[in-house]
């Protein structure tokens, strides 16, 4: 048992309404806030519009979309953790942001609550640092779209005791997920591997080697990829690929990290992928 029976979500934006919607389909109570009450609202209309497709393609019956939605309640601000027993923060890949949010955190959630982060690469250890319980502290890790993909990584920063570690991954089962350990290092293990190969390919694209589609279609055809790069990048949102490169070149050093000048171009020019409807690909039709 992983005895969670309330858990706040904190940043309603991909991740965050996919982690919500994941943990109350599970039967479990979240709580889900973001920098402002409307978005949170809107973080729960998107679940149920998401559910209602479901339900429209017979993938789900509409008494368990209902059943979802009941569960999550969208909070005003961040004061109304105070209940939780776990709280998973999916706010913007931003380490100044996420430090400013875990003194919060510390400060709103009760003392034995955890407190998680859905980072893609910053440290676990320096986010702990932030808080007076370091050793409640963890990375847990997901993958988008987070209802269908199976991984989880459990990360451990230099603090976070081993019952932490143990309920966590506890409660990654109990939500139908496999979690992988990985220690507290810049990437962990699929961002580490992942994003080196779409930055390359953002290199590829501005060098001319070959166009976007073409790009994509040789990686699916040629590695069985399900998605190209390039779509893959839009997909994760480029402002969020961009943030883990950096990470990966502060922390790891080496010039093999360094992001593609045209990855650096589309986020100055808000052109962030699936999200904002234009990334390499466009998504307004
Ligand atoms: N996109 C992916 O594929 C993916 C996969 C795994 C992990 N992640 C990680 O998940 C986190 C969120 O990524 P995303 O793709 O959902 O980004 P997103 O841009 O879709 O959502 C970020 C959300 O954070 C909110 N936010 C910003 N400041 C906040 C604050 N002070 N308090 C509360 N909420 C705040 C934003 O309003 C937005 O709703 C990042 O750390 C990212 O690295 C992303």
Redesign the pocket.
């Known amino acids: 048992m992983h005895n969670f029976s309330s858990i706040a979500v904190?940043?309603?934006?991909?991740?965050?309404?996919?982690i919500a919607q994941s943990i109350a389909a599970a039967g479990i109570e979240v709580k889900l806030?973001?920098?402002?009450p409307d978005?949170a609202q809107q973080?729960l209309a998107r679940i149920h519009l998401r559910l209602l497709g479901q339900v429209e393609k017979h993938k789900l019956q509409p008494e368990e979309a209902d059943h979802i939605v009941a569960n999550i309640t969208p909070v005003p601000s961040?004061e109304s953790i105070h209940n939780c027993d776990l709280v998973i923060?999916?706010?913007?890949?931003?380490l100044a942001?996420?430090l400013?949010?875990f003194r919060k955190l510390d400060q709103y959630a009760k003392p034995e609550a955890l407190l998680a982060?859905?980072?893609?690469?910053?440290s676990i250890t320096t986010i702990a640092a932030a808080t007076r319980r370091p050793q409640n502290v963890i990375g847990m890790?997901?993958?988008?779209p987070v209802p269908v993909m199976e991984l989880v990584e459990v990360i451990r920063g230099l603090a976070t005791s081993d019952i932490t570690q143990t309920r966590i991954l506890r409660l990654s089962e109990a939500l139908g997920k496999k979690p992988v350990c990985s220690v507290d290092k810049a990437g962990f293990v699929v961002n580490r591997i992942l994003l080196p190969m779409l930055n390359e390919a953002c290199f590829l694209l501005d060098e001319g080697v070959a166009s976007a589609t073409d790009i994509d279609s040789a990686m699916q055809l040629g590695c069985a990829h399900p998605m190209g790069p390039l779509a893959l990048a839009d997909?994760?949102?480029l402002?969020?690929c961009l943030?883990?490169m950096e990470v990966l070149q502060k922390e790891l050093g080496e010039v093999k990290y360094r992001p593609a000048p045209l990855l650096r171009r589309y986020v100055a020019a808000g052109w962030?992928g699936k999200?904002t409807g234009r990334g390499f690909f466009d998504y307004n039709d």
């Open positions: 904190i940043g309603a934006g991909q991740m965050g309404c996919g806030s973001d920098a402002t978005l973080g961040l923060e999916a706010a913007s890949e931003d942001l996420k400013e949010l982060s859905n980072t893609s690469s910053l890790h997901f993958f988008n997909f994760i949102g402002d969020t943030a883990i962030l999200k």
